[in-house]
């Protein structure tokens, strides 16, 4: 079982900028790739960035991709998903997820992964 939580989100103004995190327990953090994923009233949840086990391969969607950033640290168990120049669009519920993966590997299909976080609520106001 892994436990993860999710903090950092709360109210900004657009143009401004969070950083959120998520702290993962009950496992080897390192043996899991980890994603983030977003989920906005109505629509269905999907994903944001997502890194590999090393480190070294990041997908990030085409929306974000000039302005997130995602990073982990094995050593604390934590994975980030720093967030700049937010817009309205980008208001939803975010989550952090953990699958089982090879070193290399990631993936932004939702279903591949097996823990989920609480998520935490992000709201860009115009």
């Known amino acids: 079982q892994v436990l993860l939580v999710e903090s950092g989100g709360g109210l900004v103004q657009a143009g401004e900028s969070l950083r959120l995190s998520c702290a993962a327990s009950?496992?080897?953090?390192?043996?899991?790739?980890m994603g983030w994923f977003r989920q906005a009233p109505g629509k269905e949840r999907e994903a944001v960035a997502v890194?590999?086990?090393?480190?070294?391969?990041?997908y990030r969607e085409d929306s974000v991709k000039d302005r997130f950033a995602i990073s982990r640290d094995n050593a604390k168990s934590t994975v980030y998903l720093e967030m700049n120049s937010l817009k309205p669009e980008d208001t939803a519920v975010y989550y952090c997820?953990?699958?089982?993966?090879?070193?290399?590997?990631?993936?932004?299909?939702?279903?591949?992964?097996?823990?989920w976080g609480q998520g935490t609520q992000v709201t860009v106001s115009s």
């Open positions: 997820a953990a699958k089982r993966s090879d070193y290399y590997g990631y993936s932004y299909l939702l279903w591949e992964y097996e823990y």
């Open positions: 009950g496992r080897t953090f390192s043996d899991y790739a």
């Open positions: 890194i590999s086990r090393s480190g070294g391969n990041t």
